[in-house]
């Protein structure tokens, strides 16, 4: 069971809320691993988009993502690059 | 019977049941259910969830079908929430540990979401609650086995009762049913307020809960002249009200005689009255009460309606519709004046502070070819009557500049397409922004009239939001630094020989008409309803007394003193009207 974690910033300029959450718990649905991300010391299941938008994370603002599992390195690897740069590409100034 | 009172915005008297425009936001009761009955609870919350999640999907369809893609996110975003595994898990545990209802578990974990949410700074999050409200609703439908109804028929002459009112809720409603409207929030000033005046029944607004204590068809009496709401009265205050209806509607077809009558002073001074209009049924409200045209077309609703910015078509019928029922009078078109935040699925939104923000004249001009869109329509309807174009929220000459270069382009796309129009078209500026007001000589420059927006220009003046209980006060119209600015306003139209109305509330309130008569003042422009008032009162002054009044009124310190001086006026001029309003 492989385990990994990364600190990552927030890079979207409406911050973490509907949209952005849903796309996170439709892309770690694709993998079996748990995942979690952290805002200090609040923490939110990555397959729930209720608890993700609980974080109330702002753009520019730390997160940590945790995932435990068989394919923890790639859901990690996938989860960050939407944090870093993907819900800019994806949503643009759309909410 | 209960008598509730509020801020009456539309005076004249109604008897009608109650309608309400949203369901009942309330939680539902605590039901405790039997041990054994725990898996048939939680199994009836399960099919609910799955029932949600496919009548969400249904719609979704629909939604990516008619291309919405703002709608159909939401959409997405409920479903995430009722798929959400720790919803179900949460809901689950408080059915079998607390052997509460399916309905209750249901509302405590999700009103838990949304307060979680809703404490979130952010403005953007805390819309986001009232997303959980919408899944709760829609579950609780559900297990109470009502079928959809979202938009059941109206029976026959309803009052409406609601939270408030959107500009796009009033854009669909039935008005030919609408009698009346009672509010929770809202002002003097607010949405609600200014739809009812113009629609010419009353309103009461800001009573704090009423959407609470009425139910759909509870018998109500709305006063609007005193701002009382009567639930479920009795035999007694019901035969008195009825009475009362009849004597004020007496006085309505008193005030209808002067429909043919010109509106001027008793010293011979000639005004110009043009009525204000948002909805195509209102323009036959301003001929039957004798307005000489239209100085205020706000085109917003055909914006907001379907959530899709209209065609080119759409607004050119409804333009030319106008111009050529007011024949050789004018109608005076302002552009799209909304600001980003009020466009549904534009996608921009985000602005902490949207009345400083991209609105308006701002907004068109970021939108070249919405802007344009709009312009070619009116270009298209100039040649069937007098029309005008008026740009809301002007704060510097160049945005003047710019908005004429548009217009040029518009004529250049339409002499392409062999379509006539009226190419000396007039263009003219609301002045609604102080800094507008003062620099009204560089703006003379660019344009043919003003129109002063009183209601922004107060509140850009004043720094006060008017929707803001908390600060309302402050909303004074009579501020010395608001009559300065429009005495100002109205030196620079004589001095540059620029026509200069009024097409804000102010104009519109019998005590402030004589004052602006005696600053000058020729063009009023006011909502349809107000017409024979407003002429009423401007045929029982005289310009001469206006003139004194203006001066002395000028001369106030405080607003309230002002405001004092105006009333006492009204009353001696035409008391029937203040004892009446």
């Known amino acids: 069971m492989g385990k990994e974690s990364r600190v990552v910033r927030l890079n979207y300029e409406f911050g973490l809320h509907a949209r952005p959450a849903a796309k996170i718990v439709e892309i770690v649905s694709c993998f079996k691993s748990e995942v979690c991300i952290e805002k200090g010391k609040q923490q939110a299941r990555a397959r729930s988009v209720i608890e993700l938008l609980a974080l109330a994370a702002q753009n520019g603002e730390r997160l940590r993502i945790f995932a435990e599992g068989e394919d923890a390195e790639s859901a990690v690897e996938a989860v960050a690059s939407l944090f870093e740069h993907g819900f800019q590409e994806m949503f643009g100034r759309n909410l | 019977m209960e008598v509730r009172r509020g801020i009456g915005v539309s005076a004249g008297i109604v008897i009608a049941p109650a309608r309400l425009l949203e369901k009942s936001k309330m939680a539902p009761m605590k039901r405790l259910i039997e041990s054994g009955s725990v898996e048939g609870e939680i199994k009836r919350f399960r099919d609910a969830v ?307 923000g991209c609105r308006s004249i701002r907004y068109t001009l970021s939108r070249p070819e919405l802007f344009k869109t709009q312009l070619r329509a009116i270009l298209r309807a100039s040649p069937y009557g007098n029309v005008k174009i008026m740009l809301p929220m002007v704060t510097t000459v160049e945005e003047v500049q710019r908005a004429k270069a548009f217009v040029e382009d518009a004529m250049e796309e339409l002499r392409e397409r062999s379509l006539p129009f009226n190419p000396e078209i007039e263009i003219g500026v609301m002045i609604e922004v102080p800094s507008a007001a003062l620099t009204a000589d560089i703006l003379a420059t660019e344009a043919k009239f003003f129109s002063i927006g009183t209601n922004d220009l107060i509140q850009y003046t004043l720094a006060v939001d008017r929707g803001n209980q908390a600060v309302a006060s402050l909303y004074q119209s009579a501020h010395p630094a608001v009559l300065r600015l429009l005495s100002h306003i109205l030196e620079v139209g004589r001095k540059h020989s620029i026509p200069v109305a009024m097409c804000g509330e102010m104009g519109a309130d019998v005590a402030y008409v004589p004052f602006l008569l005696g600053l000058g003042l020729e063009t009023l422009s006011i909502s349809p309803q107000h017409l024979l008032e407003i002429k009423k009162v401007i045929r029982s002054t005289t310009l001469r007394e206006a003139g004194e009044l203006a001066q002395r ?29």
């Open chain 2, 50 to 356: 799955t029932s949600a999640i496919s009548e969400l999907e249904a719609l979704r369809a629909q939604a990516s079908e008619t291309m919405k893609p703002e709608y159909a996110a939401i959409l997405d975003f409920h479903s995430a929430i009722l798929k959400d595994p720790s919803f179900d898990k949460e809901v689950g545990q408080k059915i079998r540990f607390n052997k509460v209802s399916a309905e209750y578990a249901v509302s405590r974990v999700l009103r838990r979401y949304a307060r979680s949410i809703s404490s979130a700074s952010d403005e953007l999050f805390r819309q986001r609650s009232s997303d959980i409200f919408e899944i709760e609703q829609r579950l609780l439908r559900i297990l109470s086995h009502e079928p959809l109804s979202e938009d059941e028929p109206i029976p026959d002459k309803v009052i409406f009762v609601g939270h408030d009112l959107a500009p796009a809720q009033v854009a669909s409603l039935d008005k030919s049913k609408v009698v009346g409207f009672v509010t929770d929030y809202g002002g003097k000033t607010s949405h609600a307020a200014i739809v009812a005046r113009a629609m010419g029944i009353p309103a009461v607004v800001g009573l704090g809960n009423i959407t609470q204590d009425v139910s759909n068809g509870d018998m109500l009496i709305i006063d609007g002249s005193k701002g009382l709401v009567i639930i479920d009265p009795d035999e007694r205050t019901l035969e008195r009200y009825k009475l009362l209806k009849q004597s004020y509607e007496q006085f309505e077809r008193q005030l209808l005689l002067l429909r043919n009558m010109p509106p001027e002073t008793l010293d011979g001074f000639r005004v110009q009255l043009l009525a204000n209009i948002e909805f195509q049924d209102e323009l036959s409200i301003a001929l039957k009460n004798g307005a000489e045209g239209i100085g205020l077309y706000r085109t917003e609703f055909l914006f907001l309606r379907e959530g899709l910015s209209p065609d080119e078509e759409e607004q050119y019928y409804a333009y030319r519709n106008a111009a050529v029922l007011m024949g050789d009078q004018p109608v005076v078109i302002r552009t799209l004046d909304l600001g980003a935040d009020k466009m549904p699925f534009d996608g921009s939104i985000g602005e902490d502070n949207p009345f400083l």
């Open chain 2, 553 to 581: 009124v000028l001369s106030c310190k405080e607003a309230s003193e002002a405001e004092n001086i105006l009333r006492e006026k009204v009353r001696s001029l035409v008391p029937q009207l203040v004892q009446s309003f």
